[in-house]
C-alpha cells in the first residue's frame, strides 16, 4: 500500500511529465489549481500545476480546483513507473477526473 509521502512525490512526478522533461512526452502547457483524492489514505492534495511542478502542494482539498483528480494511492504510483496506462485507468474508472474539456485532451497526452 502506498504512502501519503510517495503519492505526495509521485503528483510532483506526474507535474514534470506534464512539463515535457528529459525522456517524457511532450510538454503540455497548462497553469491551472489541481487537487487530487487519494480514495484508500482518504488524503487529499491541492496546488498550482505550473511550469512542470505542482506549486504549493498543500495537504487538504480544494474544491474549486480546476483539475481534479480521484484515484488510489498504488494506482498513481503505477501511472508514475509507466505499469499503468492513463487512458485506460481513467475508462475503467480507477483514475476519476473532472476538469474543463480542453485541459482533458491535454492530459489524455498523458501515456
Avoid at 480544494?62 to 481513467?90: E, N, T, Y
Wanted: hydrophobic share 45%; aromatic share 4%; proline share 3%.
Amino acid at each position: 500500500m502506498a504512502t501519503i509521502e510517495e503519492c505526495r512525490a509521485a503528483l510532483q512526478s506526474i507535474a514534470g511529465r506534464l512539463a515535457g522533461e528529459p525522456g517524457s512526452a511532450p510538454k503540455i502547457d497548462l497553469d491551472r489549481s489541481i487537487a487530487c483524492h487519494i480514495r484508500d489514505l482518504d488524503a487529499y492534495f491541492h496546488g498550482r500545476l505550473k511550469d512542470g511542478s505542482i506549486h504549493a502542494l498543500n495537504d487538504g482539498d480544494d474544491p474549486k480546483a480546476q483539475i481534479r483528480l480521484a484515484m488510489a494511492g498504488d494506482d498513481l504510483l503505477a501511472l508514475v513507473r509507466g505499469d499503468l496506462h492513463f487512458a485506460s485507468a481513467w475508462a475503467t474508472g480507477r483514475v476519476s477526473i473532472k476538469a474543463s474539456f480542453g485541459d482533458l485532451l491535454k492530459l489524455r497526452k498523458l501515456g
